[in-house]
C-alpha cells in the first residue's frame, strides 16, 4: 500500500505486517560531539581517545543511543512516518559502533493490534548486529 497524504506518514488502514523502512548515517565525531552536548552523556569512552584506548574497545565508540536514534529517524519520518506516537522501545546492545562506522537502522512491522503497531527494530554495521530490540508505536486513522 502506499500512502496518501504527503505531509503525514502512513494511517493505520494503510499499513501491513511485513512493511519496513531503513535510514543510514555515517558517524562523524561531529555526531559524537553534539550527541554528548544534547544528552549530557559525557563518559569519556565517547570522547577521550586516550581513556577509551584502555577500555576493552580499544577506540572511542559512539554512544548507544546515537544508533538507537536511527530507528526514531526511521519511525519519525518513514514508517509509520510523521503523526506517528513512540510509546515503547527495548534495546539490546550487541556491539560498538565506532567514528566512521555507517549504521544500517531497520524497522520492520511484525504486529498490529487495533491502532498500536509493533516493530522489529535492527541496527547494523556492515554485517554486524549492534543493536536489536522492538518497539510500539501508535498511529493515526485516516480522517473521515
Do not use: W
Not at 20 to 32: M, P, Q
Not at 124 to 129: F, P, Y
Request: with cysteine.
Amino acid at each position: 500500500m502506499t500512502k496518501t497524504n504527503s505531509q503525514h506518514g502512513y494511517y493505520i488502514e494503510e499499513l501491513e505486517v511485513g512493511m519496513a523502512a531503513s535510514f543510514s548515517k555515517t558517524v562523524t565525531e561531529a555526531d559524537i560531539a553534539m550527541f554528548a552536548g544534547v544528552s549530557g552523556d559525557t563518559n569519556p569512552v565517547h570522547l577521550d581517545k586516550e581513556f577509551a584506548e584502555q577500555t576493552m574497545f580499544k577506540e572511542r565508540i559512539a554512544h548507544g543511543m546515537l544508533s538507537a536514534s536511527f530507528l526514531s529517524t526511521v519511525f519519525g519520518t518513514k514508517l509509520p512516518g510523521p503523526g506517528a506516537i513512540y510509546m515503547n522501545q527495548s534495546l539490546n546492545f550487541k556491539a560498538p559502533v565506532c567514528i566512521g562506522d555507517t549504521v544500517r537502522a531497520t524497522a520492520t512491522l511484525r504486529e498490529m493490534n487495533g491502532r498500536r503497531v509493533t516493530f522489529d527494530c535492527v541496527c547494523e554495521v556492515g554485517d554486524t548486529v549492534v543493536l536489536d530490540g522492538e518497539a510500539t508505536l501508535m498511529v493515526a486513522r485516516k480522517p473521515a
